[in-house]
């Protein structure tokens, strides 16, 4: 069965902003927008999809999906914002 994967960059850090590349720095105003829009997307467009139902009619569902984050405190909470669920990162260590 094939499968979409969703690629994105963390939003825009404090770092970024002073030209600074590195470091675990938490996300400038630019980008908590920019997670929540992400956010936004990730629940309209990536957890949906359209089926057909046996009498024919299409319907909106949830559709399964994985968020995979780094350690870094920019990406935990570019990914704040989109519902999910956590599991321990230790099972994968």
């Keep these: 069965m094939p499968r979409t994967f969703y690629l994105t960059?963390?939003?825009q850090s404090e770092y970024n902003t002073v030209?600074?590349?590195g470091g675990d720095s938490g996300l400038s105003k630019n980008g908590?927008?920019?997670a929540k829009r992400l956010a936004?997307?990730?629940?309209?467009?990536?957890?949906k999809k359209e089926?057909?139902?046996e009498d024919g009619e299409k319907v909106t569902?949830?559709?399964p999906a994985r968020l995979w984050t780094s350690t870094l405190l920019r990406t935990k909470e570019t990914a704040?914002?989109?519902k999910h669920e956590t599991l321990d990162g230790a099972e994968f260590d």
Excluded: C, D
């Design 51 to 53: 089926v057909q139902r």
């Design 32 to 34: 908590l927008e920019y």
């Design 19 to 21: 030209g600074k590349i």
């Design 80 to 82: 704040q914002f989109i």
């Design 61 to 63: 569902v949830p559709q």
């Design 40 to 47: 936004k997307y990730a629940n309209e467009v990536i957890g």
């Design 9 to 11: 960059r963390h939003g």
